[in-house]
């Protein structure tokens, strides 16, 4: 099997939970948020936006997340990202990533404090120099939210290809409301993610593992195939 740019891509690109402080400049983040853009839409509707942070800015949007959690603020999910209840067979999947990512930084199954804290550093975008917020205009149909997640890896891809690194960070959502009120959004607007950019601090430990795929005969079939 012969692989493509692109197919080396997909393989190199991970979720990256440690940044070097080395900037982005405005002229890549808006060149990746134009290649996401690129993406399919039905109906060429385009759904979602996209707002990038850095500096001051991001700092600010930091600050106010980082004192509602202090606070105790309590979490309101703009929409459900996760099944529920949770198939046993994802679960499984669930927690075993879960392990994956904790016993890489060397965090005990019970040590609850630590788990905690590294929780939260999905509201400091995990110190990269860039934080992106999505959005969507409430009312979208689901498929909608196909058409965004198709711009999102593209944003990913796109990202990768000029050496930056990236990940989702699903929990932002959970203050989408603060959020989309700190940003000054359209009150139409939910939160949908947030996104860490920056370049890869690949001494770090958190960066040098990797979650496991399904495999192929559990999520594809072939058929019809001569060979």
Do not use: W
Not at 59 to 87: E, V
Not at 135 to 140: L, N, V, Y
Request: charged share 20%; with cysteine; glycine share 12%.
């Amino acid at each position: 099997m012969t692989l493509t740019d692109v197919d080396r891509l997909l393989a190199q690109r991970q979720s990256v939970r440690a940044f070097l402080k080395t900037p982005v400049t405005a002229a890549d983040v808006s060149a990746i948020l134009t290649s996401a853009r690129l993406a399919p839409s039905g109906g060429n509707l385009q759904p979602g936006h996209f707002t990038a942070l850095t500096g001051a800015a991001l700092d600010s949007l930091k600050g106010t997340l980082a004192a509602a959690i202090q606070q105790g603020r309590p979490q309101i999910d703009g929409y459900s990202y996760f099944p529920n209840p949770m198939p046993p067979q994802l679960k499984a999947r669930q927690r075993d990533a879960g392990y994956a990512l904790y016993n890489a930084l060397g965090i005990a199954r019970r040590d609850l404090p630590g788990r905690r804290a590294q929780f939260a550093r999905n509201y400091a975008f995990f110190d990269a120099p860039v934080g992106i917020v999505v959005s969507i205009e409430q009312g979208m149909g689901k498929g909608c939210y196909m058409d965004l997640g198709m711009a999102l890896m593209a944003l990913f891809i796109a990202a990768q290809g000029r050496g930056l690194a990236t990940t989702g960070i699903g929990a932002v959502a959970s203050y989408g409301d603060l959020v989309r009120g700190h940003l000054g959004l359209p009150d139409d607007h939910t939160v949908v993610c947030g996104i860490a950019l920056g370049h890869a601090d690949k001494a770090a430990a958190v960066n040098n593992f990797r979650t496991q795929r399904a495999a192929f005969d559990d999520y594809a079939a072939l058929r019809g195939f001569d060979d």
